[in-house]
């Protein structure tokens, strides 16, 4: 089979649909988690864990670019279910054998502080996952990157009420 070298991937493969699945996948690979996809995308569970697959495998075969997580990520330890009540169950294998901490902005400040001095001076690589409370704890965590703030360092919002911070 010969095809043309300028032929684009089939379109479940392409990046827009990839960039649209890249923050579940991130998720994934970090926690086990369950949720509604027709909330957060308009599909049925079945549609769902199809593209989520399809864009992990688009991911791989053209090797897109992602800030999140790279082409080494353990992808072969996510499982996704479709529940009774419409939701999917999305279940990382690995994080079962890594104990979880989800810090949060009050109640481990130093630590965060700390953290985002090592990923400041580049000792460390990863991401940090940290819960708030107020729309105030919130800005006043994003004002620290640059260049407002003192630390070369990446913070964005991963979901309500949760921050990530990275290199």
Known sequence: MIQPFD????????????????????????ET???????ELHLKPHSFIIRFKDAILGFQRYK????????????????????SNGWVRIVNDSSYNKPTEILHCERD??????LA???HKREANGQTFFQYNT??????????QQPAGDYDITIRDFGPGTLVMRQ
């Open 7 to 30: 032929a684009l991937p089939r379109f479940d493969l392409r990046e827009k649909p990839f960039r649209k699945f890249e923050r579940y996948i991130n998720r994934a690979l970090h």
């Open 33 to 39: 988690y369950e949720l509604d996809p027709f909330v």
């Open 64 to 83: 897109y670019e992602s800030i999140l997580f790279t082409q080494e990520a353990d992808f072969k330890s996510i499982h996704l279910y479709e529940l």
């Open 109 to 114: 400040h130093d630590k965060l502080l700390a």
């Open 117 to 119: 001095v090592v990923y």
């Open 135 to 144: 729309p105030d704890q919130r800005q006043q965590w994003l004002a620290m």
